[in-house]
């Protein structure tokens, strides 16, 4: 249930509300926009049954929720949800760009790639280093040294750092080297996890599981933000269905019906949604027009000789290209993006 302010009410009325709900055991969650205010009630509604909160100064209206998330929901915040990664905004206007190896290999391969992916316009430096691999026997990652070559790369170029943790573990070994942390699509349902990157706060890009419906994956969104950490960020990254052709597929109806029913920000990955580099820059260009906040991307100096995910990932240059037709495609779908087209100094 949430509970509609009139316009302009008083501070005062508002905290009357709010204690009062407080003092009934319920969770509470307040949304300030332009005129109203909405105040989102969690926990057992039935306490309510004999509280009359609309005869409450201030009332306008009470209105159930019918999902089961709420802090994920638009109804409990209806403007849009910009979060700040130091710095950086991510769902407003400006598209944001992060880029990287799939894993960090070598200082040379992700140095190489931060100083190119940064001049075409990338915000973020993506590398993976605890790698969730399908075959145990496949390359896992230079885990704590691959997270301080990332740091070197941050010191050189100013990109910030994000990077999949695994676990518990890897989250407190990643939390001082990362902006940002990625939960992947092999852990979007392991609720622990949620629950812990929840609790530290960290800003958090969130990837949908190949299985998950949208429901399920707002749902499993709320193990996050309820432990206290409001900086999510989405990621679309190809659901399984019986096509063979690409990886996975990637749902670009997911931008629309996540904007529909959620104020976070919504980001895509066609590099692993398609599983083919051929197909990278054609989708990320629909995913920008559909509406989604940025895109995150697989780009590796030498694709051929990656030590994953080889066949999907982008050379620089292609990765240049991709950022000059995203600088022309943002302005008609009202969007910025700065492509550095000079390629000009760091
Ligand atoms: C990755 O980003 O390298 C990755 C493993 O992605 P996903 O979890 O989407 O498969
Ligand atoms: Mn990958």
Redesign the pocket.
């Known amino acids: 249930m949430i509970i509609i302010m009139r316009p302009n009410t008083s501070e005062m009325d508002i905290e009357n509300v709010v204690n009062t709900l407080k003092s009934l055991g319920l969770g509470v969650h307040i949304s300030k926009g332009v005129e109203k205010t909405i105040i989102g009630i969690i926990g057992d509604k039935r306490v309510l049954e004999e509280v009359p909160l609309d005869l409450m100064p201030g009332v306008e209206k009470l209105v159930p929720v019918v999902e089961s998330y709420k802090l994920a929901s638009k109804a409990f915040h209806p403007e849009p949800s910009i979060i700040d990664v130091n710095g950086v905004k991510i769902g407003g206007a400006e598209l944001v760009l992060m880029a990287g190896p799939?894993s960090v290999e070598n200082r040379e391969q992700i140095i190489e790639t931060a100083i190119a992916v940064k001049k075409s316009g990338a915000k973020f430096l993506r590398g993976?280093t605890f790698k969730?691999r399908t075959s145990p026997y496949s390359f896992q990652g230079l885990e704590e040294e691959g997270l301080k070559l990332l740091k070197e790369a941050k010191e050189i170029t100013g990109l910030l750092i994000i990077s999949?943790i695994t676990s518990e573990k890897t989250l407190e070994i990643a939390y001082k080297y990362v902006d940002m942390v990625?939960i992947?699509?092999?852990n979007s349902q392991n609720f622990q996890l949620l629950k812990e990157v929840g609790r530290s706060k960290k800003p958090v890009l969130y990837?949908r599981g190949p299985s998950m419906t949208i429901e399920e994956w707002l749902n499993a969104t709320e193990y996050i933000m309820s432990e206290g950490n409001e900086n999510v960020v989405l990621c679309e990254?190809g659901i399984r269905t019986f096509e063979t052709a690409t990886r996975y597929t990637m749902d670009i109806s997911a931008i629309s019906v996540i904007k529909s029913l959620s104020h976070l920000p919504i980001i895509v990955?066609p590099s692993?949604a398609t599983g083919k580099s051929q197909y990278v820059q054609s989708l990320s260009k629909a995913a920008v027009a559909a509406g989604a906040d940025g895109l995150i991307i697989e780009v590796h100096p030498n694709p051929m000789r990656a030590l994953s995910?080889a066949s999907q990932q982008i050379t620089p240059f292609e990765f240049d290209n991709l950022c000059s037709d995203i600088y022309k495609i943002a302005p008609i779908v009202g969007r910025d993006f700065k492509y550095n087209q000079n390629h000009s100094q760091l």
């Open positions: 799939c993976g969730p999949e990625q992947g699509a092999r990837k990254r990955d692993h995910d």
